[in-house]
């Protein structure tokens, strides 16, 4: 039985207007939500003793073997060898810390996901200036009825502030691991790939 609707209020398929406040609420959210996570991961992770000092361990092993290797020792010297097993093993005992600050990023996205998906379900949040290829319409438009897949939905905001204003918030605290952290961490996949 077919019904016919009166206005386009009551009509699934009329061109939704869009909510102008939708899209800042959200990058408000995330950017709430970022701060809140990075304390909590303070609090768990960061502000630990044993991992300020496998840190502390890690940035000065990494300046031994970037320093003995600036001086010329060969590759298969044993004090670069022997330090670069105290990397590895450093930086295996790392992964522990960082595990947990994984899981507590996950957990959050994963409620934050599901409350944002709920609150702003068939809300247009914006409108794109293209219509995306096809592969890209359940993101950009998933939840919103219609076929107009110029209109963006809150998901889709909520994964793009997700991937930048998250880690920008990270960056700007501070928190996350040092630039010689990284660079031994690479140190120790440059070493894996020679062996």
Known sequence: MAEVFADADTD???????DKMIAPTIVLSVMILGLLVEFCAWLVCYRTSGYKKLTAEVEII?????????????????????????????TGQMFWFNARIMALNFCSMFIA????????????AGKLPFVPFSLLH?????????????????????VLCQTGVRLNVTKFLGMGPSRAMAKSTSLQAMAEKQA
């Open 12 to 18: 699934p398929f009329a061109p939704q207007e869009f």
């Open 62 to 90: 990494a300046k031994k073997v970037q320093a003995l290797k600036e001086t010329g020792a060969k590759e298969g010297d044993k004090r670069i060898k022997k330090l670069e097993e105290t990397l590895k093993k450093a």
């Open 113 to 124: 996901y599901r409350v944002l998906v709920a609150h702003f379900k068939g809300k247009v």
């Open 138 to 158: 359940r993101m950009t438009h998933g939840g919103l009825s219609g076929d107009n897949y110029t209109e963006c939905s809150g998901t889709f905001i909520y």
